[in-house]
C-alpha cells in the first residue's frame, strides 16, 4: 500500500497528518497519524520531517482496516530522535577537516598567462 499526505491540522497540541492508503487494487482508506509537538521540541525532532516520519510509521504499522486513526507514540519519537543524533554523529565524522586559506588562496584565477 502506498500512502500520500493529503494534509493536515493542528488540534491543541497535536499535528494530525492525513493520509490516504492507495492499494494495489486502486482502492482507497483514508487515515491519520496524530503527533505531540511537545515531545517532538523534546525530542528535537526537526517539524518539517514529521510527514515522512509519520509516513513511514504508517508502512511500518501495515494497510490494518480496523485502525485507521493512529498516534506517533513517544517510544516511535525516541527511536527517530536516536536515528537522527547517530546520523549526525555520522555525518560530522565523516566531513574532511576544513584547510585555512593560505595567503595567496583565490589568486590563481588572477595570474597572467603566458
Known sequence: MQFVLTGFT???GF????FEGVKADRTRAQYTVRADL???R???IPVQELPLLCRAFLDKCGESEEKRALIFSED???VRANDYA???ETAARRRPPRRPGGANAGTAS???QP
Open 10 to 12: 493542528q488540534d491543541m
Open 15 to 18: 499535528r494530525v497528518f492525513a
Open 38 to 40: 511537545g515531545l517532538v
Open 42 to 44: 523534546k525530542y528535537g
Open 86 to 88: 547517530l546520523a549526525r
Open 110 to 112: 588572477r595570474v597572467p
Open 76 to 78: 516511535e519519537m525516541r
